[in-house]
């Protein structure tokens, strides 16, 4: 367990800033993700923490050392990549005793460390076998594994579950999630996902151009998103933004809602949305449509739970609300809260 | 309007007959170079053919009796083990050094692969003929540089009081000369093939070895030349049957001398068969290159076919 | 027959590139190489001929009128004069006679293999040459008896050296014409000799011991005899076995060359080689001669004047210092190799066999023009035929200081004899000579892995199967 710190960390790839002064520090034992879409430098700045890049300025802190010069090996940490990165000539368990060997263990702690590892993860029968045997989910535990044996500080992970098919990933991302409560050990965890940040983050650091938007508890980030690439970065549909004087008024689609299905007893900020287009998503109402009267005429669009059945069709306006205390305000020249 | 007919199958469309069509050539290219030429050597070995006199009678192995009974033939098939011995090793090892030294990032790293692959881009005869100055009885500037640095020509010197090294004077000098030579030309092929391997490598596993903890040798000798064995073994069969079947650098440097010490096969067959007249003889000689460079082939065959699977 | 930097680069990597890999571009690119270090390139300041001085050509009607194609395939002469007057001595003639006569020259190493290339494939050149006796191609040519018989008819008796250079005794064949051939002296360095007491050089071969191991001691300066697989060292050894009245063969072709003269001249050639020569004698080659004698790195080779011309043109101090000796004196003579036979073969297949020995002999009647554009380096097989060779030997027309320097060639024929003496040039003194066993024979013993009479004895049991192969495939004589 560790606290990594970054401060104003930058590297610079042929004249682009990949990261550009990046001040960030995690909390002992946290599970700290990275998200950001590609080339956002989420990964470049993983590697920086690792070792694998070095940084152009600034200084990278595990434990409140500076260990910017230092190699990967000194720094106790432990990656696990996208591609697993697995020796395909060494078997399973050559694999995962592998950082042991490197550190010096013998031959018997290390195996016994690695029966650890692998009857964690739940690989424990597959230890003879070589990578390319393996499914997916499979090589991610071996990866999973070989990270684990080495009792790292610190767990970083680039967007380690982005080979999985759909349905395998739901369980795996529980499973990590489980997994890293089990050894609690910081971890930070890359990804462009949203979902996963939300789901593993205990906070999430949302970048864009090489710099932090925002950092944040999942939900803060969500209901409270420091600035437009945030609010609109994060949300499936993304947040709704109306131009109104020298503003934009945000509010997320689940909050649009119409009229009558907002209690009374809350203060409403009443909008006409004429409807154009309606389509049903795992038991939601997307309803698209342009608002008025809330600033100028956008385009936006309403979530509505199948807990709300008001009838709605499209060509029709109709009567919707926001509770006044879910809008949020954003400068329209920099797109920073107001 | 004209009227259109049914739709036709062209012959781009024929993927049997184009398959066919295709590999023709490469049919042809065996036969003609690699067949006929193997028949007609062991018809010759088993002939009493002579270069002035074509008529072909059968004398069934009286060639390989002759063979045998010639010291200079053991000699040479000798010589032909240890200087592809010897050459393989070599470049492999130093293929695999400058492989690396090709793939690395720094300035001037394009002038530094220039130089590394020019001794595979000059013509065997021409860079053989430049060794042949380098490694003169008399006027050798390795045998200058030795001397200016004291090693050489002085009493005491470490190689000796004499002026000159006679590096292809000396059987055991001629010898390393040959495969000194052999090597020159042929690590940048094996360096490149080698770095062909290295390239593929994904960097993911050296970084994942790195943050494992591993130190460079590990890795080198852990992930790097593991994961590029079957691309080593295909620079390692290059390596030697080229040194196997080429007679062009024993032929400019020594001739074979002094005395067969860097006779070889290939060159005995040559002067015995076409120098010498005797087709047959030679014939015979050149036969005892087949199993080997079929063994090599095989090798090599299989060593690709492994790079696949994985 | 080994020449030049020039001659080696030609030579062997022209041969080399085209066996192993065919690429005739870089065989191209070779030859030009060779061309620009051509060795009898005079260059600025080099030795040119007087005006006018070549010899007037003369014309024979053919015996029958002659048509068609006439396909002619020789070396690159080591002096490019020679073939420019070559080329348009053929085409003068061609016009003349009516007929289209080409022109190849290529690099003389490569001519055994062409040869044997177009007799297997049964069509090429009608009319071939090469530098040395071509034996092993008989069975498969024409039997050149009758143009022989001709020029002796008009020309009277031809050389001994080249006559046993062309005829096989064994089956009374000649396998080739042999119409001029090229004189293997010693050359030395005067301002080496004189100070040791031999101003005119060596004579016999005690003296160049007793001389060179004097300039060895005093100079540091060692002697270029070869003892390696090459030609030079084929050439030297030969000499000095036929001078110690050893041979490979006698004069009825049997082998006797397991005796007490033979071991006699390894034993001398042991002795000249701790005492004069370093082991660079080992690594010996066709360049070194040259080389060696124009850096003045070597007191003695046996050599033409090629490399004598060569320093003419290059460094004409030294081409004042070298100066030359005939075969040196052994125990039983005096006796050296021809540098250079010139063989003239027409194959079976020749589609136009009468033109190529009507033009053999037109060219045979013109040989003094040939010696003059070789700038005296070809010498013709009957004397009657050069009458103005012992003046232009006499009083060089290419620069010699002294005139006279070459005038001791006049007696060359009487130290010079045949590969295969005092047998013919048959081909089993041929596959002998291009295996080597001969330089390797001394080397050994000078080196003193075994004794001289043990290497003697080794080289026999390599020859004996090789005369006994050719002896059976009826080319030799000597049976029991």
Redesign the interface.
């Known amino acids: 367990m560790a606290v990594v710190e970054v401060r104003n960390l930058v590297k610079q790839f042929d004249g682009v800033r990949a990261v550009d002064g990046v001040d960030l520090a995690t909390e002992e034992g946290e599970y700290l993700v990275l998200l950001g879409p590609s080339g956002c430098g989420k990964t470049t700045l993983l590697r920086s923490i690792?070792?694998?890049e070095q940084p152009t300025a600034g200084d990278v802190l595990i434990d409140g050392h500076v260990v910017t010069g230092l190699?990967?090996?000194a720094r106790k940490?432990?990656?696990v990549?996208?591609?697993y990165?697995l020796?395909?000539?060494?078997t399973v368990l050559g694999n995962i005793v592998?950082?042991l060997?490197?550190?010096g263990m013998t031959r018997a702690d290390r195996e016994l460390k690695a029966k650890w590892a692998a009857d964690l993860l739940g690989i424990g029968h597959l230890l003879a076998r070589k990578p390319?045997q393996l499914s997916g989910g499979e090589r991610q535990r071996v990866a999973l594994a070989?990270a684990l044996v080495?009792e790292p500080h610190v767990f970083?992970l680039d967007e380690p579950l982005s080979n999985l098919d759909a349905k395998l990933r739901a369980s795996a991302r529980d499973e990590l999630k489980r997994f890293q409560q089990e050894v609690s050990t910081t971890t930070i965890y890359v990804t462009h996902d949203q979902v996963e940040a939300m789901g593993l983050g205990d906070r999430i650091a949302v970048l864009s151009h090489g710099k932090v938007r925002q950092i944040g508890k999942p939900v803060d980030v969500y209901d409270d998103p420091a600035d437009t690439f945030v609010a609109t970065f994060i949300g499936s549909p993304p947040m709704n933004l109306v131009p109104r004087d020298e503003q934009l008024v945000g509010f997320r689609p689940e909050h649009l809602l119409p009229v009558d299905a907002l209690p009374a007893t809350v203060d409403r900020e009443k909008v006409p949305l004429a409807v154009d287009r309606i389509e049903y998503l795992s038991g939601d109402r997307h309803v698209y449509g342009t608002v008025t009267g809330i600033g100028e005429a956008t385009r936006v669009v309403a979530r509505l739970p199948a807990t709300v059945d008001s009838p709605i069709s499209a060509g029709e306006t109709y009567d919707f609300a926001v509770a006044r205390h879910r809008l949020r305000f954003f400068v329209a020249a920099t797109g920073e809260r107001a | 309007m004209t009227a259109v007919g049914p739709p036709r199958r062209r012959l781009a469309d024929r993927e049997g007959t184009l398959a066919w069509l295709f590999l023709m050539p490469s049919v042809v290219y065996i036969l003609a170079l690699v067949a006929v030429p193997f028949v007609l050597a062991v018809g010759f070995a088993l002939s009493?053919v002579?270069?002035?006199?074509?008529?072909y009678d059968f004398v069934g192995f009286r060639n390989f009796d002759?063979v045998f009974?010639?010291?200079?033939f053991w000699r040479s098939l000798g010589n032909t083990f240890i200087f592809t011995g010897i050459s393989m090793v070599l470049i492999v090892v130093l293929g695999k050094i400058l492989a690396n030294i090709l793939i690395a990032d720094f300035k001037g790293k394009w002038l530094v692969r220039f130089l590394v692959l020019l001794p595979w881009t000059t013509?065997?005869?021409?860079g053989?003929?430049a060794w042949?100055w380098m490694?003169?009885?008399?006027?050798s500037p390795i045998d200058w540089l030795l001397r200016q640095l004291g090693l050489l020509g002085a009493p005491g010197a470490l190689f000796g009081a004499?002026s000159?090294m006679?590096?292809?004077?000396?059987p055991e000098l001629?010898m390393g000369s040959v495969i000194a030579v052999h090597v020159w030309r042929l690590t940048p092929l094996s360096a490149v093939i080698v770095m062909a391997g290295l390239v593929a490598i994904?960097r993911?596993?050296d970084?994942?070895?790195?943050?494992?903890?591993?130190?460079w040798w590990?890795r080198m000798f852990?992930?790097t030349i593991?994961?590029t064995?079957p691309v080593i073994a295909v620079a390692a069969l290059f390596g030697a049957i080229f040194t196997f079947t080429?007679?062009?650098v024993v032929?400019?440097l020594?001739?074979?001398?002094?005395?067969?010490a860097t006779q070889v096969l290939t060159s005995w067959a040559?002067?015995?068969g076409?120098?010498?007249?005797?087709?047959g003889q030679g014939a015979a000689v050149a036969l005892f290159l087949f199993p080997l460079l079929l063994a090599a082939a095989i090798a090599i065959l299989r060593a690709v076919r492994k790079m696949e699977v994985? | 027959m080994a020449e030049s930097p020039s001659f080696?680069?030609v030579r062997?990597?022209?041969?080399?590139?085209l066996?192993?890999?065919g690429?005739v571009a870089?065989g191209a690119?070779?030859a030009s190489l060779g061309a620009c270090a051509s060795e009898e390139d005079p260059g600025p300041g080099g030795p040119a001929a007087n005006p006018g001085g070549a010899p007037a050509e003369t014309f024979t009607e053919p015996s029958e009128k002659l048509s068609g194609d006439l396909k002619i395939l020789l070396w690159s002469h080591f002096v490019p004069s020679h073939d420019t007057w070559f080329d348009k001595f053929v085409q003068d003639w061609a016009t003349k006679v009516g007929v289209k006569a080409t022109v190849d020259h290529i690099d003389q190493a490569q001519i055994?293999?062409r040869?044997?290339a177009e007799?297997?494939a049964g069509q090429g050149h009608d009319v071939i040459q090469f530098i040395a006796p071509?034996s092993?191609?008989?069975?498969?040519?024409l039997d050149m008896k009758d143009i022989t018989d001709e020029a002796v008819k008009r020309w009277g008796d031809q050389l001994d050296v080249c006559r046993k250079s062309t005829f096989n005794p064994t089956t009374e064949k000649f396998f080739a014409y042999s119409p001029g051939w090229v004189p293997d002296p010693g050359n030395f360095r005067a301002s080496l000799w004189g100070p040791v007491g031999f101003t005119k050089g060596p004579t016999t071969w005690d003296e160049l011991l007793q001389g060179g191991a004097e300039i060895k001691k005093s100079k540091g300066v060692q002697m270029g005899l070869g003892?390696?697989?090459?030609i030079d060292s084929n050439m030297v050894l030969r000499a000095l076995m036929w001078s110690y009245g050893a041979s490979i063969q006698d004069a009825n072709e049997r082998v006797v060359i397991n005796s007490d003269q033979t071991v006699a001249a390894v034993e001398y050639m042991s002795r000249l080689f701790k005492e004069t020569m370093?082991?660079?004698?080992?690594?010996w080659?066709a360049a070194?001669n040259n080389?060696?004698l124009v850096?003045g790195?070597l007191s003695y080779a046996v050599n033409s004047i090629s490399a004598y011309r060569t320093a003419q043109g290059t460094s004409p101090q030294v081409a004042e210092d070298i100066a030359f000796v005939p075969a040196l004196r052994g125990t039983q003579g005096a006796l050296a190799a021809q540098h250079v036979m010139y063989n003239w073969i027409v194959p079976k297949h020749a589609k136009n066999p009468t033109a190529a020995k009507e033009f053999l002999l037109h060219y045979t009647a013109n040989f003094a023009a040939a010696t003059y554009a070789s700038k005296l380096y070809d010498f013709c097989a009957w004397d009657k035929l050069t009458p103005q060779r012992d003046g232009w030997l006499a009083s060089d027309p290419f620069g010699s200081k002294p005139a006279d320097k070459l005038a001791f060639l006049r007696d060359a024929t009487k130290w010079t004899t045949n590969i295969g003496h005092p047998g013919p040039s048959n081909?089993a003194e041929?596959?002998v000579f291009?295996?080597?066993i001969i330089?390797?024979m001394f080397?050994?013993a000078a080196?003193g892995?075994v004794s001289a009479r043990q290497a003697v004895l080794?080289a026999e049991a390599?020859i004996n199967?090789?005369f006994a192969?050719w002896r059976s495939?009826g080319l030799v004589g000597g049976g029991s």
């Open positions: 690792a070792g694998l190699p990967p090996r940490v432990a990656m990549f996208q591609s990165a020796y395909p000539h060494k592998f950082p060997r490197a550190a390319r070989r080495r970083l | 009493d002579t270069a002035g006199d074509p008529s002759r009974d010639d010291p200079v013509p065997v005869t021409l053989a003929i042949l490694l003169d009885s008399i006027f004499g000159n006679y590096w292809l004077g000396e001629a994904p993911d596993l970084e994942a070895a790195r943050v494992d903890g591993a130190g590990r852990e992930v593991p994961m064995l080429d007679m062009a032929d400019v020594t001739n074979g001398g002094p005395n067969n040559f002067f015995r076409i120098d010498g007249g005797d087709v994985r | 080696l680069g062997r990597s022209r041969r080399s590139v066996r192993s890999t690429l870089a690119t070779l055994p293999t040869i044997a007799i297997q071509l092993q191609f008989e069975p498969s040519v003892m390696s697989q090459e370093t082991n660079e004698v080992f690594s080659n070194s080389q060696g850096a790195k081909t041929g596959e291009n295996t080597f330089p390797n080397a050994r080196r892995e080794d390599q199967p090789v192969k495939q």
